[in-house]
């Protein structure tokens, strides 16, 4: 949780805080004590209460596979496995080759959506051969055990059935 707080006259910030940094920023005094009242008043207070109501809670990601650049017995194609609107933000995101833990991929970090919800994208490439099976794996808070999504293709396509 954070707690915000900014007093404003004719247009211009007086006073601000934030739970973040911890410190108030103000032009006077008066205004300083007026912030750090309303900070033992309300956001204390009210961070105590809410507190247990959201700090446990899971949200699972939306897990999608999708194909960035299709290739062929010479050319890697490449695949995206994407998780979406998770919280809280830890989250292990891999890929399996042949159930076989892969090394070689790439991630984004993970992006906060603005809305309390993440998202993380990695990427996978690989030669497609006949009979293998790739896989994207998720761990995270919201499951209750970790996730396999295979990618699923038809023999003339990269396209995923």
Known sequence: ?????????????????????????????????AVRGKVDIFCKHNAVQYEPAIHDKAVAPVVKLSLVKKGDSRRPSLL?????????????????????LVTDVTSTEKMPNGDWYY???????????????ISCMVEH???????????????DSDIPI
């Open 1 to 33: 949780m954070v707690f915000l707080d900014g007093y404003y006259f004719n247009k211009y910030l007086v006073i601000q805080f934030s739970s973040t940094v911890g410190e108030f920023v103000g032009f006077t005094e008066f205004g300083v004590r």
């Open 80 to 100: 995206m496995c994407s998780a979406y609107d998770f919280y809280p933000e830890q989250i292990k995101v891999s890929w399996l080759r042949n159930g076989t």
């Open 119 to 133: 998202q993380i994208h990695t990427e996978q490439e690989y030669i497609p051969k006949a009979g293998e099976k």
């Open 141 to 155: 808070a919201g499951f209750s055990k970790p996730m396999i999504y295979d990618w699923s293709k038809r023999e």
